[in-house]
Structure formats: C-alpha cells, structure tokens
C-alpha cells in the first residue's frame, strides 16, 4: 500500500487543496474588497454619495441586474450562456401587462403569468440545447431575438401601463421593510433580489439540482455516463434561470410601471458581466452566487459613484470597461497558480 | 502573490478614485448652481447640439451642468437611474426629457417635494410637476412634411415612412403627424409601408431597399429622424432610384444630401434652442421668476434654397 | 562505451509544500536509449520538465559534452538541441505537417511577408527521408493516425538538430505495427548519434530498446542498471521500494450459473460486426484485440452511450432496451471509461460528489436537498474500503493520483449496485504498485459475484485476470480463449482478418469453458 505515498498527488494535496479553497475565499474576499474600497473611495470624494437616499437609488438600480445575473450565474455554471435574460425580461413583463391590464386580472394572477411565461421560455431553451443539440450560444441567440419579437407584437408596439391595477408599482418600489422600520425604506425591489439570490444559493448549494448544475459544468459526458439523465437536468436548469427572468420582468415593469416592448437587449451583456465580476468561471463548473452578487453592486455603485463624481458620460463607459478587465485578471492570477 | 494581488488592485482602485475624484474636485469647486441635464440619448447628434445649446447657455447664466443620456432610447430603466443619481447630488434644478413620463413619476415628486424644479424638454413629460416643458410640437412638423411631400410629387402618387422607432413619443408623433396630414388633405396619396430601424443607419439602408424593391412605382420617402432618412439616401442611392427624399433634422450627411440634391429637403428642429431654453428655463425657475408653461422652440423646412441663410443655418448642426 | 553527452547532477526541486526532486541525477551517452523508471510522482517529469527549460532547478547542475549549462527556458532548450516529446501530443491539427514542424520558424521569401511553401515543404520532406517516412508534408496533421502524428513530432524534434530526445510514453497511443515502426525510427537515430531519454511502464517495450535503465523513487534517485541483463523483478522492486508478491491469475470459476450478460449480434456499421457473448456472475472476461478492433466500441454500445443498428442485450436472461446510459445504468451496468478525466469523473468536484454521482438522488430528500451527511459517511465508507489515498471526501478529484481516481470511479459503481462492470483499459497511466491493487480489486468484485469485463491493450494484463478471454478483430469477435491461452493464440485471433468463421465463433462465444 506504499505504493502512492510517494506520488506528488498525494503529499501536495492537502496542501493544494487548502490553498484552493482558501483562494476561493480569496476571490470573493477581494472582490468584496473592491467594493468596500468603492464605495469608501466614493465617498470620500463626494459627500453625496453616501447618503440614505442615494444608498438605496444603488441597491434600487441593482435589482434588476442583480436578478438577471442569478439567473445567468445558474446557467452559466452548467458551461452554457443564456443570451436571452435581457429580452425574456421583457417578454415576461409584457405578458404581465397583457394579462392585467388588458385583460384585468387579478395580481397575483399577473404574477403566476409572468413567471410561468418564464419557465416556458427557459424550456423551450433547455429543450433546444439539451435535445436538438444546438450550442447555448446559438439557442439563447436565437431566443433572445424571437423573444424580443414576440413582445413587439404582443404589446402592439407600445408601452403598457398599469394604472389600473393598483398596488403593482408596490412590487419593486413599495417598502415592506419601511412599514417595518421606518428609518430603513428598503424599496422591495431590493428585498425581491436578496430573496432570489438566497433561493439561488440555496439550490446551488443544497439541492441535487444545484450538485447537477456544477457536475454539467465539470464534465457533462462523465455525468452522462454516469446514467444520469443530463437532459433533464439542463432542461430544470434553464427553466430555473428563466423563471427567475419572470422576476426582473415583475420587478423592472413594476419599477416604470410598464412594460416596455422595447427594453431589455444588452441587458444580458450587463448580467454576463457582473456574473464574470464575480468569479463565475465562463467555461463552466465554477460559480457563486454571492460572487454575482458582489459583481452587481460593483457595476452599480460604479455606475452611479462616477455620476455622482460628474465624470463625464464618454469616460464612464471606458472605466467600466477597464474594470471588467481588471476584475476577470486578478480571476486568471487566481486559477493560475492553482 | 496574494499580496501582489491586493497590491494590484489597490493601486487600480486608487488611480481610478484619483483620476475621477481630481475631476470632481476640479468641478465642484466654487458655489455656483448646479444643473444635472438627463436627456434621451447621447452619442447622436442631435443630443449632442442640444447639449451645445445648454452649454452655451450654462456659461452665459454662469451655472455648472452635466448633460447625460442612456444609450438608447429604450432603455427607460437606466435613465431612471441617472435621474435618481442626478437628484442624490441634490442640483438647483433639473432638465428632464422622459422616454417613458410614467415611469419617472415617483423621481420627479421627490423632486418636487424637495423644491427642486424639473424642465422638461425635446417632448412632454405628462404631469404637472415640470414647469415648463421646452420642445418641438412635431406633430405639426411632421405634417409640414407631409405638405411639403404632397407638393414635390405632385399630389399623387405611392409614398413610404421610414421610421426610428415605434414606441417613444418622437417615433409616433413624427408618424402620426405626418400619416395624418396625407390622409386628410390628400387622398390621391397612397402610403404603401410603415417600417420601422431604430435610427440606425444601415438597417435602415436595408429597409429602404426592400420598400423600393417592392413598390417600382414608389415616388417618394419620409425618414423621420437623422439615422433614418441617411438610411433613405444611402438606399436610394444604392438602387440608383430617383425618388422624392424627406428627412427630420440636420447632421453633416443629411446636410450634404440636401446640398448634393439627392434629398429634396428636410425639417429641422431647434435642438440648441432646446437646450438653451432648458437651461436659462432651470435658472429662472431657481431664481424663483415665473417662466411660460411651454416654450416652443420652433421647428423649420429647410432645402437647398435656404440652408445657408443665417437663421436657417444657425439651427442646423453638423 | 562513449562519454556521457548529458550529465545531470544533484538537482533539487520543491513546489510549495513538496519536496518533488531531491539529489537526482541522470547520465546519458550519445547513441543510447536510457529507459528513465518510476511510478507516477517518482519525480520523472519533473526532472525531465527542468532538462528541458520548463522548471528551473533549485540545485543541481546540468552538463552537456561536459560543459555546465543553464536551460532558463523551452526555447534555450531547443537551442543546445535538447527536444521533449510529451505524451499529449502538442500539433495544431488543421495545420500541415511541415507546418507544424517549422513553426514559428517558417522560412520567408527574401524580404516578405510571405512564407515560402516550397521551401518549407521540401525541408520537411527531407526530414522524412532520413526517418524511411513516407508522408506527404503537406497532409493536415489531423487527418494522421496517432503514430504518424507522433512521427511529425519526432521530426520536429529533428528539425532542432536534436541531440538529446526525451520520449514521454510515446507507445501509449499505438499499435504493434506502429510500436515496429517507431523502434526502428529510434534505432536509426542512435547510429547517428542522438541520444535518447525512453519513459516507459511497458516492462516488454524497454527490454527492446533500452540499453540502460534508471529508476526513481520519491523524486530520489535509486540505481541504473543495464536493461539486458537486470531480471524485470528486480526493476519493479527497485520502482516501488519492496518486492511484489508473485500474484498467479486466480484459479477459473466454475459455475454453472445463468449469464449476467449476454449479447446477441450486436452490429453497428463496420465498428461492431455480429458481436455475441455471455459473462457469469463471479467471471472476468477478458477483452483482448488491436487498436481499433471494436472493443471499446462494444463496451460503449452495451452501455447505451452508442446507438446500435442491431442486437439484444440481456441482463438475467431478460433482453432489456439500453438507448441511453441511463438505461444501462437501470440494469445494473457500470462502464468505467479508458479516458477517466474526460469521461469518468468530474475533475473539479470533490471525491464525495463524484461516488455520489450516480446514485444522487438516493441521497435527496423529498423536497430536493441533498443529505450531506449521508453522502460524506458513505464516500468515507468507500474510501476506506477501496484504500482511496485522499486527505479528505471533500479533496476535488484531479488532485488525486491515477489509481485513487481509478477507485473513484470503480467507488461510483459500487455504490449503484451495479453487477456487471465494463472496464475499459483499467491501469492506463497507473503506476506499477496501484495496478496490482486494481487487480487485486477486480478479483475479488468477481469474487463477490459481479460479472466483469476488462478491456486491455497489455496482453500480460489480460492473462493475468481473465476467466476466459475474447479476442476481436476488425469489429469481430474471432474467438473467445481460456484462460491460460498463450500470446500466440491471442495474436493469430487478434490478427484474422475477416475469415471469423461462424461455426467456430457461436461455440467459443457462448461455450466459453474447455
């Protein structure tokens, strides 16, 4: 039985291992880190940025993104890409529209809708990627345009409002929490993303969908010759991811309290994006969602701090860009010396 | 390597801070008032001569403004967020021109109840907070268009709309107001297609030659803003097709293609004046002096006859 | 005998937290080949890795004709001609074979932008001449079989005017004929000269070629000794610090039980041709053939990972429908890949994700969360029975060695009760000493009354395991053998192309005992 003592494999691994997951930790902690720095750096540098109001408008304009790149996070761990978050974002808020205010039912009917329309949606992509075979890339694409399609023509073209359904506004912008406490009106579109995020992690983390989302992702041909049956799997998962879309449908029609037939491409550019902040590895198998969290309220505090600091609009842009970049580096320093 | 690492992005972090926070300081310097401009777009040109004429205007009144706008026009959520960034920096007053009015409700009452008074400008904002609302009527210049059209071909004939948009305010007034016109005053004009190109260039190219392909007989085309009616043009031109162009707004393109001929004329906005008039609007009502309920900045036909004439030539921008 | 055109000395090398090299040392004359010995994470790689500018030395000292030299990299390698041919072969497949061999170094028409084809393609050919190779340089890459790819690598290694040639493995991948082949291009290139470092497992290849061996042991050196005349015990005991019990092929059983498996005329295009056989509860059938004999083929097909044109396949005397894996898995087969890390395990999960992985939802419950607990205990279990060398169950996989991946994956069956397992070249790329174990594992999964199937390309692996032993050939099944059979026998039914005469097969297939 001496026989593999010797092996580096054996001696190193400990070792190796540990420090694995204590870069893991790293990782999160640095892009925590980042964040802190933000947010301190700001300010600093403005003293309007650390205000109640301007704290919350960050978080506000978080949700959405933040509840797109769940979503993402969940589909992209499986080694695929889901182009269509932005889009079915929108597809889910029309159908909301369409099924309270044109057709007047109750909420909570509207609800179930848009996030039913949702799940649909993420089986005909599963089913598209797991049983035609076609790449997610190609699938989501595809999807991302017939979505975007089919809003257009089921809103007619135009906004829908939803003046006649009261208390729908309340679903992003209501405070639960205010009522609670009235020093924190912590709008419920923020609590709506928490929430998600904790379901997310929770399945990820917990559940044999989640084990299955990380094995798809490590090695789809040795969970598939482990008898598992992989299709489905990937179907549930991009079902998972879709449904979730159906929340920031809610929560960004909800928000302008309409939907906007237009809205929603690029926005899946936005989720990648903050999913990539956050560690999540592009290729798959990897992925937290904290890490999206964190990713998310870095594009965000961003975005607003250089407002707040009147940086110009054209250089915005270019230091966003700079960090993502910056971000998915420190990422490869990481994976490098593992 | 840990440490080089943290080292790394510390010292990115601090360049960052440095780099925007020397900007900052550089503009927050002095005490003069603050006006936070959102409108509905930024890289065209359009926007970018209405941010000359706020500009023009911010230097004359001696107040400090920013000019920001989302990428596209439908993009409503992120112009919700500037505006809630633009009120976080507590301004003097804000100009506003909404993509969606009801989406920006709650914003502009916290502004409201904060005394801080909204502009609304480039079209309305339907609510009463705003002040005032600086803007073109483009329902009435669209169906100036609409005449001048009728005239060129000769009052009948099959005609076509290209245009940016079908959801925001601009898209449907422009087509709207022009549709209108035609079926009202003249009834031997046929509108064979409506399509629409988000007021980019090449699709609408595209969609121009796919309408031509389609109507041999088509006599002439309305684009409805920059982006649409150079895609008429470059259409046109590229189906060697003789036909009577209309455009909305000006840019160098459009403005050669008028000058060139291949445009038979165009309307154009005042978009200087509506930036001018935003700002000098924003001081006054900060000053506490009443401002009109709406100022029309005024919109005007211009061809290769009257292009270069000074009050013409001053609205048009490159 | 020449002097030592390579001496390397006293080299130390740590990675953090292992001592992977520590006083080794290498000697290696022009015009030899010098087997270089060891299990895996002896410190061979590593060793050769620093000779050839990928890691540097600690300590030590590199000699070439008795000069001391630095190799700060690959490229400063290549420049004193020392060339390494690692066992994954590093081609761009889309490109040419001249190509391929010059690149980076195309030569230029005078002053241009352009590459001189012609030039490139005759330099190459020449090449080829001096290894007796007929290849065409302009063939793409990816088009060669696996030898003839390795042969362009050979040659790219000569195009440096290589003086020393490190071969990682490079029989891994081949047949006999391409063994034959690729011995000959080696045995040229000593008479001109270049010496050779040969890295092996294959006992039988290196009493071939190698004239000297060198064996190391926990990144130490141990000893060299000449091939000829050091008796292969001796090595393996060197290799692995103790001797080896001289473990016999256990004795056949003889049962008259029912088949646990049984095929019937499985056909899939020209990669399966009417293959039929039954396996015992308690036997290993051995699967013996050539490269491409549809061995593997058969395996995939019974597992459901292939579709098949035709055939039944019974599990207890009943036909079952097998179209996916899932299938098979659902009767109770386990197929244990050649290719662990592409298709058996999930690297970057841990070992407790990967036992479970087959047997996930048994440990869920109702509400879909996993019983963490449960599956810890279990992996733990295994791990413990199976002698799994990992610091924990929750240690991810690739950190693990070849043989305690190999358990890994033999684990994941077990715990899906499966009774008859399929292994497809079980110890390829696992060391001397965990390969016994494996064997050691296999008997006694038989012993508990498991039907198992082993593939292997190594006939002395074979023999020593199976029950009985069926040999393919071309999609064929020619012949099924008792254990015992002689290498000749194996080999005529392993090389009897297309005569598989159907009164002998039937008989030796379903037979089986003589």
């Known amino acids: ?33 980042s964040l802190i720095v933000l947010v301190v750096g700001f300010s600093l540098a403005s003293p309007n940025f650390l205000q109640t109001s301007n704290i919350l408008a960050i978080l506000q304009a978080t949700s959405v993104n933040g509840v797109l790149a ?62 035609l075979k076609v790449p997610p890339f190609i699938a989501t694409l595809g999807m991302m345009l017939i979505l975007k399609g089919l ?54 983390r917990k559940t044999i969908l989640g084990r299955f989302t990380f094995a798809l992702g490590s090695n789809e041909e040795a969970v598939r010759l482990s008898g598992v049956n992989v299709d489905r799997w990937k179907i549930a998962v991009y079902t998972l991811a879709g449904g979730i879309c159906g929340v920031a449908g809610l929560l960004i029609s909800s928000r302008l309290n309409s939907a906007q037939p237009a809205l929603g491409q690029g926005y899946e550019l936005d989720a990648i994006a903050a999913v990539v902040i956050g560690g999540t590895s592009l290729s798959g198998g990897r992925g937290t969602i904290v890490g999206t969290l964190i990713g998310a309220l870095i594009i965000s505090v961003l975005t607003n701090g250089l407002r707040i600091l009147s940086v110009a609009q054209e250089w915005q842009t270019v230091v966003t860009g700079s960090i993502i970049i910056l971000a998915v580096y420190t990422d490869m320093l990481r994976r490098r010396k593992v | 390597m840990i440490t080089r690492r943290n080292v790394l992005a510390a010292l990115a972090a601090g360049t960052l801070l440095a780099a925007t926070g020397g900007i900052a300081l550089a503009q927050e310097s002095g005490q003069k008032m603050y006006i936070p401009v959102i409108s509905k777009g930024f890289q065209h040109q359009f926007w970018q001569a209405v941010k000359s004429g706020a500009d023009k205007a911010a230097a004359e009144f001696g107040v400090e403004i920013t000019f920001e706008g989302p990428d596209t026009e439908s993009q409503v959520d992120r112009q919700i967020d500037m505006l809630a960034a633009a009120l976080a920096k507590q301004p003097t007053a804000i100009g506003f021109a909404a993509l969606d009015s009801q989406a920006a409700i709650p ?158 004329g165009a309307i154009t906005q005042n978009p200087v004046g509506i930036g001018y008039e935003t700002v000098k609007a924003a001081v006054q009502a900060a000053k506490g002096e009443s401002v009109p309920k709406t100022i029309d900045t005024g919109f005007f036909w211009y061809d290769k006859s009257n292009m270069d004439s000074p009050e013409i030539a001053a609205v048009l921008y490159d | 005998m020449s002097a030592p055109l390579l001496q390397m000395d006293g080299i130390d090398k740590s990675f953090p937290g292992v001592r992977a090299l520590h006083q080794a040392r290498f000697d290696l004359r022009a015009g030899e080949v010098h087997a270089l010995m060891g299990e895996n994470g002896a410190g061979k790689s590593t060793l050769m890795k620093i000779l050839s500018g990928i890691y540097q030395p600690d300590a030590g000292e590199i000699r070439l004709d008795n000069k001391p030299v630095q190799v700060p990299s690959p490229r400063a390698a290549q420049d004193l001609g020392i060339a390494i041919i690692h066992q994954e072969l590093n081609l ?21 932008f352009f590459t001189d084809d012609a030039k490139l393609n005759a330099d190459a050919a020449a090449i080829f001449e001096t290894m007796h190779l007929k290849l065409d340089p302009r063939t793409p890459v990816g088009t060669l079989s696996i030898a003839k790819q390795q042969m362009v690598e050979i040659a790219k290694a000569l195009s440096f005017r290589s003086r020393v040639l490190v071969m990682d ?19 040229r290139l000593k008479a001109e000269g270049v010496g050779i ?22 990144g130490e050196y141990v000893a060299t000794v000449p091939m000829a005349e050091t008796p292969v015990e001796r090595i393996i005991a060197m290799m692995v610090g103790r001797a080896l019990s001289d473990e016999r092929p256990p004795a056949p059983e003889e049962n008259g039980r029912e088949p646990l498996l049984e095929v019937r005329a499985l056909n899939r295009g020209a990669a399966i041709r009417d293959v039929s056989f039954a396996v015992r509860p308690g036997e290993i059938l051995g699967f013996a053939g050539l490269m491409g004999a549809g061995r593997t083929e058969v395996a995939r097909a019974i597992f459901g990972a292939d579709p098949l044109d035709s055939g039944a396949i019974l599990v207890r005397g009943k036909e079952i429908a097998i179209r996916r894996p899932q299938d098979a898995v659902r009767a ?50 295994y791990i413990a029975q199976l002698a799994i060398k990992t610091p924990s169950d929750r240690q991810e996989a690739r950190l693990l060695s070849g043989g305690n991946q190999q358990k890994v994956v033999i684990a994941k069956w077990l715990l899906r009760d499966c009774e008859v397992l399929i292994f497809d070249e079980p110890t390829r790329g696992i060391d001397v000493g965990a390969k016994a174990e494996i064997y050691k594992l296999l008997n006694a999964l038989a012993a508990e009354g498991r039907a198992i199937i082993v593939i292997s390309s190594e006939l002395p692996e074979v023999l020593r395991l199976s029950h009985r032993i069926a040999v393919m050939c071309e999609g064929r099944l020619t012949g099924v053998l008792p254990a015992g059979a002689s290498q000749d026998e194996i080999m005529r039914l392993a090389t009897q192309r297309g005569e598989t005469s159907g009164d002998t097969r039937p008989s030796a297939a379903m037979g089986g005992r003589r």
Not at chain 1, 4 to 30: D, H, I, N, Y
């Open chain 1, 151 to 204: 809003s257009l023509v089921i809103s007619g073209t135009r906004p829908i409002y939803f003046n006649a359904t009261p208390g729908y506004t309340d679903i992003a912008q209501g405070s639960l929490v205010g009522t609670l406490i009235p020093s924190v009106p912590l709008p419920n579109g923020v609590l709506i993303l928490f929430l998600v995020a904790l379901v997310a992690h929770i399945i990820l």
């Open chain 1, 1 to 33: 039985m001496s026989s593999t003592t010797g092996t580096p494999a054996g001696t190193a691994a400990p070792g190796a291992a540990a420090k694995a997951r204590f870069s893991g930790a790293q990782q999160r902690l640095l892009a925590f880190a």
């Open chain 1, 70 to 131: 769940v979503a993402a996070t969940l589909v992209i761990i499986t080694g695929g890409i889901d182009l269509s978050v932005g889009t079915l974002m929108t597809f889910c808020a029309v159908i909301a529209g369409v099924v309270l205010t044109n057709w007047g039912m109750p909420l909570p009917v509207g609800i179930l809708a848009a996030l039913a329309a949702g799940a649909a949606s993420g089986v005909c992509s599963g089913t598209i990627i797991a049983k």
């Open chain 3, 332 to 381: 109770g087969i386990g197929y244990l890949s050649e290719d662990r890390k592409h298709f058996g395990l999930a690297t970057g999960m841990d070992v407790r994700d990967n036992v479970a992985m087959a047997s996930l939802s048994r440990f869920t419950t109702p509400g879909g969360f996993l019983r963490e607990g449960a599956m810890s205990e279990t992996a733990k279990r």
């Open chain 3, 197 to 218: 470092v040969y890295i092996s497992h294959k006992m039988d290849e290196l009493k071939r070629i190698a004239d000297r061996v060198t064996v190391m042991r926990d």
């Open chain 2, 107 to 264: 914003l502009l009452q916290q502004a409201k109840d904060a005394n801080i008074p909204v502009i609304a400008f480039d079209s309305g904002v339907d609510s009463d907070i705003p002040v005032t609302t600086a803007a073109t009527d483009n329902v009435a210049a669209a169906a100036l268009a609409a005449d001048k059209m009728a005239e060129l071909i000769g009052g009948k004939g099959q005609i076509a709309l290209v245009v940016h948009d079908q959801t925001s305010r601009t898209g449907v007034d422009r087509r709207d107001g022009f549709t209108n016109r035609i079926t009202e005053k003249y009834p031997e004009i046929e509108i064979v297609s409506t399509q629409y190109g988000g007021g980019d260039q090449l699709q609408s190219t595209e969609i121009t030659k796919s309408i031509l392909q389609a109507n041999p007989d088509l006599k002439g085309i309305f684009g409805a803003n920059e982006g649409s009616a150079i895609g008429v043009v470059n259409g046109a031109r590229e189906l060697g097709r003789q036909i009577v162009i209309i455009g909305y707004d000006s840019g160098a393109q459009q403005k050669q293609a008028i000058k060139d001929g291949v445009m038979a």
């Open chain 3, 92 to 112: 761009m497949p889309d490109l040419s074979a001249a190509e391929n061999i010059f690149i980076g170094r195309e030569p230029r028409k005078r002053l241009s």
């Open chain 3, 169 to 187: 493995e490079p029989t891994a991948a081949l047949n006999d004929a391409e063994i034959a082949d690729l011995f000959a291009i080696i045995a």
